[in-house]
């Protein structure tokens, strides 16, 4: 595999974004400047994306409008302010290279019955190769399939990608 450019959207939801119903709602968590949001915009998909950082809602909103799709982008800290979650809403549950462990129960709930998790983020090993190295950001061997554990398993893997270490998971709520 080749490494994306920053704008495209992580491999690991392109090649899996068909799990998700289509035209479904779908939350994009730490959604960063917009990538994997946009392109779920631009797919048909109604788009709710959520990051701490103001300037990176301000770009996401410039670059959607620029596109011509709309994205729900707000403002927000997870891992302080409560997060504007409502339960069983979302068709699918977006997050890529972000890892806060109190919130993935949150996640789990927010999704709505056949709805799915996309997950992807970096496991122990990464610390060795660069960034990220605190622990508290990175999975430990298995982890991931431990955290999501009441959904049904439907795509998994950890192991190198694109020359990062990562776990990846597609999960159901049944």
């Known amino acids: 595999m080749t490494e994306h450019a920053p704008d495209q959207p992580a491999t690991w939801l392109l090649e ?14 730490a959604c960063g400047r917009g990538r994997n949001a946009v392109f779920l915009a631009r797919s048909g998909f109604s788009v709710v994306a959520v990051d701490r950082r103001e300037e990176a809602i301000r770009e996401l909103l410039l670059w959607a409008q620029a596109t011509g799709v709309v994205v729900d982008a707000r403002v927000v800290d997870l891992e302080t302010d409560q997060p504007p979650i409502e339960r069983n809403r979302f068709d699918a549950v977006v997050v890529i290279n972000y890892l806060y462990r109190p919130l993935i129960p949150i996640l789990i709930e927010a999704l709505a019955a056949n709805g799915v998790l996309i997950y992807e983020t970096f496991t122990v090993g990464q610390a060795e190769r660069g960034h990220p190295r605190n622990p508290a950001f990175l999975l430990r061997d298995r982890e991931l399939r431990d955290l999501v554990k009441p959904l049904e398993m439907l795509r998994w893997r950890e192991e190198d990608v694109e020359g990062k270490l990562v776990a990846s998971i597609v999960a159901r709520r049944r």
């Open 16 to 29: 899996n974004v068909g799990f998700i119903r289509d035209g479904g709602l779908v939350l994009d968590v």
